[in-house]
């Protein structure tokens, strides 16, 4: 019997790194192998299966948190991994509410354990921990395999992207027996898991085993496929009964200063993609690679985290991070009162390894005011000075300068890029945030036409993406047939918690 007052005698653990040096000579997945398995049942039983699970309602996927922490908080004692445990019954709550749990139990920030009630004075169940302990374990043990539908309903639907938002829908419709296609302008499917996310934070074959359970169930994937350009939006609308629009939102903000258009400064999504690309086997080397070269970052979030990640694994000479906001409080602060997801200090497995490599500073308050050239007309500096802490305006006085050879910009994401004949063809219009227009149920303007991810919500996370992959698949299959089965998460307006 699990210790009922483990939340009071255990304390929190997380799975361990690899050193930090290590993995700065691979590219693969930061975290020991075989390191959760063994403390996963000491931490599930730390989970106090509260009567309102604030966990379960901070996930928009509405997972089942305190279920499955029960289901296998008895595993890994006494020396027994299985004693008393039920992984199989905890596979199948977890699948119950997410398609991909391997993908959010590596990456998602976990708004659940910001939620947990042990949070509020304490150290919160390390629910992200457990989901990937038991996500793995069902793909090895088989319990994750192909579903395909016991009856074909005849009906065809296209999906436009292929990301988590994309092909969550995809995998639902086609579970429910409607023949799907899956349309991706890129040459592999994935979406920015694909060619955004470094494998150091997701192997790749994680993807391509989903992709292949997809096609097992009967998902067709049409990729290196721009609808508006290559297939026209009437073509998808005249030969499917439904189209679902999951394109992103990867219009990448600009940084209108003097220097921008120098060769050397680029945006991070162009250099992430060519590093995954490499991995990929595509081409030798990133022709933007870092090696020998210092870099500057501007930018302070999980893209600009990826890129020094990467910079550090191609030897750039030295990598500063310029980030333009003040550095946030070491824990919650008043303002953001539990169970908001709040904004603190987090050092990314990224800058773990910049400090183990002394590769360079992460500079806070920073307001980037130019690029130079050197001699020969590419980037040599990057201008920086203290910014102003009320408009973030660069402070009089301050400015100085960094060398630098590759500048990237990790601004962030205006929207879905403005792909004006896709636009036109499908009868798109876009919304004041600049982000896709639909209702509720995400319906567009036009009948048939529905719109899903971060082309409806902004640039946010996977977990939101998969919770509207699943939520537009259950209106289209009502659309289809008249009434569904599938569960449907969130509404199109649902947002996280905020004060
Ligand atoms: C570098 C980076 C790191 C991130 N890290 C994390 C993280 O750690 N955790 C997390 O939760 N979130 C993270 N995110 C955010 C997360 O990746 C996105 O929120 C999520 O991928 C959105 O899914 P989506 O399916 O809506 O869109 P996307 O993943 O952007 O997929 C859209 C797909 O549509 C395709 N497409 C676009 N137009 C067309 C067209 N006309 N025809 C055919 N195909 C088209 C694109 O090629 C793309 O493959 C990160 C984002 C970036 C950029
Ligand atoms: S809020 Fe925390 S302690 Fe409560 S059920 Fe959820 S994971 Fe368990």
């Not at 074959?205 to 508006?228: M, P």
């Not at 310029?322 to 602060?333: G, S």
Request: aromatic share 6%.
């Amino acid at each position: 019997m699990a210790d009922r007052m483990a939340f009071f005698t255990t304390p929190r653990a997380e799975r361990t790194r690899r050193d930090a040096r290590e993995r700065l000579g691979d590219r693969q997945e930061v975290y020991r192998p075989g390191s959760l398995l063994p403390m996963v049942g000491g931490q599930a039983g730390r989970c106090m299966d509260c009567g309102l699970p604030f966990c379960h309602s901070a996930c928009p996927l509405g997972n089942l948190v305190p279920e499955w922490n029960r289901l296998v908080a008895e595993s890994g004692t006494a020396g027994e991994p299985d004693a008393g445990a039920d992984w199989q019954a905890a596979a199948a709550r977890l699948l119950a509410t997410n398609n991909f749990p391997e993908f959010t139990g590596r990456l998602c920030p976990a708004p659940c354990e910001s939620a947990c009630v042990l949070a509020i004075d304490g150290a919160a169940v390390t629910i992200k921990n457990v989901e990937l302990a038991i996500a793995d374990r069902a793909w090895e043990a088989g319990w994750d395999g192909p579903r395909p539908p016991e009856r074909a309903d005849g009906r065809r639907v296209a999906v436009i992207g292929s990301g988590p938002a994309g092909l969550a829908a995809a995998q639902q419709l086609t579970r429910a027996g409607h023949a799907t296609t899956v349309y991706e302008r890129a040459d592999r499917a994935g979406g920015l898991l694909r060619y955004g996310i470094p494998p150091f934070r997701l192997e790749k074959h994680r993807l391509e085993r989903r992709l292949d359970q997809l096609r097992a169930e009967g998902a067709a994937f049409r990729t290196g496929v721009w609808v508006g350009r290559d297939v026209p939006g009437e073509e998808l609308r005249a030969g499917y009964d439904a189209v679902v629009v999951a394109v992103g939102a990867t219009a990448c903000r600009d940084l209108p200063v003097p220097g921008q258009d120098l060769s050397g400064v680029h945006q991070a999504m162009e250099y992430l993609t060519w590093a995954n690309r490499v991995d990929e086997g595509d081409c030798p080397a990133s022709p933007l690679s870092a090696e020998g070269r210092h870099v500057v970052i501007v930018g302070g979030g999980d893209t600009a985290a990826d890129c020094l990640g990467t910079a550090l694994r191609q030897r750039a000479a030295s990598v500063t991070q310029l980030d333009i906001n003040p550095r946030p409080p070491q824990r919650r602060a008043s303002g953001q009162p539990w169970p908001v997801h709040p904004k603190v200090y987090r050092e990314t497995t990224s800058h773990e390894e910049s400090c183990a490599a002394e590769a360079g500073p992460r500079v806070f308050e920073a307001a980037t005011v130019g690029f130079e050239p050197g001699p020969d007309g590419r980037l040599a500096a990057v201008r920086f000075a203290e910014a102003e802490p009320v408009d973030r305006s660069p402070r009089a006085g301050t400015e100085r300068s960094l060398p630098a050879q590759l500048a990237l910009l990790a601004l962030g994401f205006t929207g879905p890029e403005p792909d004006r004949r896709l636009f036109a063809q499908l009868g798109l219009a876009t919304g004041p945030e600049g982000t896709l227009a639909r209702d509720d149920g995400f319906a567009t303007a036009t009948e048939g036409v529905f719109v899903a991810g971060d082309a409806g919500r902004g640039q946010s996370l996977i977990v939101w993406a998969i919770a509207e992959g699943r939520a537009v698949a259950a209106v289209v299959d009502r659309y289809l047939r008249g009434w569904t089965e599938l569960p449907a998460p969130i509404r199109a307006s649902a947002r996280a918690l905020t004060v």
